[in-house]
Nanobody, 124 residues
């Protein structure tokens, strides 16, 4: 079954850290760039980070730059998002996704497979 399953979300205090994981199955993850997005209640799903197929190119939303790190382990079919210095406004459901783009993409419309998401709550 082709799917993405996120884990690692939870409740953290302002300034805290979390590491999200995304496990892929049913396809060869090494053939695809991957991305992370987040969606707060009543808001659109926003780009957070993306990583190229081999992991050599990464891009971040301006809000995530310097605090978040995206990485991947193709041998394990997993993608990760390390988040630090978290803020209450970053409370959201975080989604992992696979892109149809040849290279990494910040465009939500270029992603064709999504996980169910993992909830991240940052308390003030």
């Amino acid at each position: 079954q082709v799917q993405l399953v996120e884990s690692g979300g939870g409740l953290v205090q302002t300034g805290g850290s979390l590491r999200l994981s995304c496990a892929a199955s049913g396809f060869n993850i090494s053939n695809y760039a991957m991305g992370w997005f987040r969606q707060a209640p009543g808001m659109e799903r926003d780009f957070v980070a993306t990583i190229s197929r081999a992991g050599s190119v990464v891009r971040y939303a301006e809000s995530a730059e310097g605090r978040f790190t995206v990485s991947r382990d193709n041998a394990k079919s997993e993608v990760y998002l390390q988040m630090s210095s978290l803020k209450p406004e970053e409370t959201a459901i975080y989604y992992c996704a696979k892109t149809t783009a040849k290279f990494s993409s910040t465009d939500r419309g270029e992603y064709d497979l999504w996980g169910q998401g993992t909830q991240v709550t940052v308390s003030s």
